[in-house]
């Protein structure tokens, strides 16, 4: 945690070790009961349930593992799992919602210090050296209650603009799924094994070659590299023979699929892009068969029914009015997906005003 050379006029810097006292759990998941009365804190965001307590008071509780470190504020009883910290016992100069936002405004502090290779993880240390600015009391519950009202507002604006965002990307799902169950009177009703082939991928060593031409994609359409060779041609639906099977992908270009990859490809009775959008309404967990990761095989494939126009100028008229549909739904996303991340933009920068003195 940086030292401070500029101060707001009558703001003193604190250590949050000589303000607080600052404990772990003592618990492990195990002791967690869902039928228990006293929150329990593990290193998720989840608040679960515990027969015991082990604290009563206001306190700040972090993670001590993890990717972000954010506090929570808790009044009553609880108890905590060994790697979650508790700060508690603030003096009486300081306000403890004051602290939480600091922390909060601080939390990539907690990022950049913690360690491990794999899980980072945070040590006692990292939180008693913590160098807080604090200005007088009167002063810190001045700033709690102005950024109380002001995140409020934010948070009801961050949830409509989530809710828009998640409504938007329900309208689209909805039209391509009432596209393929209010299916017309003219519609042919076929197996896929007779309608599409599905090619299986193959390992890409042999095949594998920085300079290619031809990506190696996976089952989620990771490029795995490039080859001089490809088993599908461009307009195949690929989907996750293992793994990722619930997200087909339109490849418009040559590729080589990988041995956890299908690659489904049209027969003349159906358009390519008729097909994919098939794919995207079909719930392929359906058909899992995995016991730890997702798996679909081959002959569960073929079996699954589809039903289409038979004119193909009927189905590029579907496929038209979908990829309209789903441009606009994109366009509303980004300009939801914006919103959002301005609010938080925003509130970043409030933090920044309250710390440096400007409210």
């Given at each position: 945690?940086?030292k401070?050379?500029?101060?707001?006029?009558?703001?003193?810097v604190k250590k949050?070790g000589?303000?607080s006292?600052i404990?772990?759990g003592?618990?492990?998941a195990?002791?967690?009961d869902?039928n228990?009365k006293y929150a329990?804190?593990?290193?998720?965001?989840?608040?679960?349930?515990?027969?015991?307590f082990l604290?009563?008071?206001?306190s700040?509780?972090?993670?001590?593992?993890g990717?972000?470190f954010?506090p929570r504020?808790?009044s009553?009883?609880?108890?905590?799992?060994?790697?979650v910290y508790v700060?508690?016992?603030?003096?009486?100069?300081?306000?403890?919602?004051?602290?939480e936002?600091y922390l909060?405004?601080?939390?990539?502090?907690?990022?950049?210090?913690?360690v491990g290779?794999?899980?980072?993880?945070l040590r006692?240390?990292?939180?008693?050296e913590?160098?807080?600015p604090f200005?007088?009391?009167?002063?810190?519950k001045?700033?709690?209650?102005?950024?109380?009202?002001?995140?409020a507002?934010?948070?009801?604006?961050?949830a409509?603009?989530?809710?828009n965002?998640?409504?938007?990307?329900?309208?689209?799902?909805?039209?391509?799924?009432?596209?393929?169950?209010?299916k017309g009177?003219?519609?042919?009703?076929?197996?896929?094994?007779?309608?599409?082939e599905?090619?299986s991928?193959?390992?890409?060593?042999?095949?594998?070659?920085?300079?290619?031409?031809?990506?190696i994609?996976?089952?989620a359409?990771k490029?795995m590299?490039?080859a001089?060779?490809?088993?599908c041609?461009?307009?195949?639906?690929i989907?996750?023979?293992?793994?990722?099977?619930?997200?087909p992908l339109?490849?418009?270009?040559?590729?080589?699929n990988?041995?956890?990859?299908?690659?489904?490809?049209a027969?003349?009775?159906?358009t390519?892009?008729f097909?994919?959008?098939f794919?995207?309404s079909?719930n392929?967990?359906?058909?899992?068969k995995?016991?730890?990761?997702?798996?679909?095989v081959?002959?569960d494939?073929?079996?699954?029914?589809?039903?289409?126009?038979?004119?193909?100028?009927?189905?590029?008229q579907?496929?038209q009015?979908?990829?309209?549909?789903q441009?606009?739904?994109?366009?509303?996303?980004?300009?939801y997906q914006q919103?959002?991340?301005?609010?938080?933009e925003?509130?970043?920068?409030?933090?920044?005003?309250?710390?440096?003195?400007?409210?």
């Open positions: 945690m940086c401070y050379k500029h101060l707001p006029k009558g703001w003193k949050l000589e303000i006292n404990k772990t003592k618990s492990n195990v002791d967690a869902i228990g329990f804190f593990d290193r998720s965001k989840k608040i679960k349930k515990s027969n015991r604290f009563d008071c206001e700040l509780i972090i993670p001590g593992e990717a972000q954010f504020y808790y009553g009883k609880f108890d905590l799992h060994q790697r700060i508690f016992n603030f003096h009486n100069s300081v306000h403890i919602r004051f602290v936002y909060i405004f601080s939390h990539k502090y907690f990022e950049e210090v913690a290779a794999t899980v980072k993880s006692l240390r990292h939180f008693t913590i160098q807080i200005p007088s009391l009167s002063k810190q001045f700033i709690v209650v102005t950024l109380n009202k002001t995140f507002k934010i948070t009801k604006a961050e409509i603009a989530k809710t965002l998640q409504n938007a990307k329900e309208l689209f799902e909805s039209y391509l799924n009432n596209v393929f169950e209010d009177d003219d519609w042919e009703e076929k197996t896929l094994g007779e309608v599409i599905i090619r991928g193959r390992n890409q060593k042999e095949v594998l070659n920085p300079n290619g031409k031809y990506p994609l996976g089952s359409g490029v590299g490039y001089d060779k490809f088993l041609v461009s307009g195949t639906t989907i996750g023979r293992k793994g990722t099977i619930n997200k339109f490849i418009k270009t040559n590729f080589w990988v041995d956890t990859a299908f690659g489904l490809i027969s003349d009775k159906l390519n892009e097909l994919y959008y794919c995207r079909f392929f967990k359906e058909l899992d995995g016991t730890t990761l997702p798996s679909l081959k002959k494939l073929i079996k699954i029914t589809i039903s289409f126009p038979k004119l193909k100028n009927e189905q590029k579907i496929v009015k979908l990829e309209q549909l441009s606009q739904v994109k366009k509303l996303e980004v300009i919103k959002i991340t301005d609010l938080s925003l509130k970043k920068s409030i933090l920044q005003k309250a710390f440096n003195g400007e409210l």
